[in-house]
């Protein structure tokens, strides 16, 4: 399950959301003034959106150009359905 991006890091290239098949990270716009150094293509930053459809399927820790989004193989924060 994706557990972590280190949005400091980002460059809003916006691949995380693009690769994502489960619509888990969502691009959206950086609130205030801009707060990431290397943002240089968009105002927009990723967002973990819904966490709980993650299939840990690693596309976006694969894909993210800087290496920055952090997916953990196990499932167990998967909220049980009951
Ligand atoms: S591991 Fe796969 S399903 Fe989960 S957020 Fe990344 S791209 Fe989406
Ligand atoms: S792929 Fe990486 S650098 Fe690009 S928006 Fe996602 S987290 Fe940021």
Known sequence: MIEHIEIEKCTGCGVCDAVCPADVIHM???SGPVPVAGLRLTNLLPVIKFREHCITCF???IFCPERIVDV??????RPRPW
């Open 72 to 77: 953990h193989p196990s499932v167990k924060n």
């Open 28 to 30: 959206e716009p950086a």
């Open 59 to 61: 596309s976006c820790e």
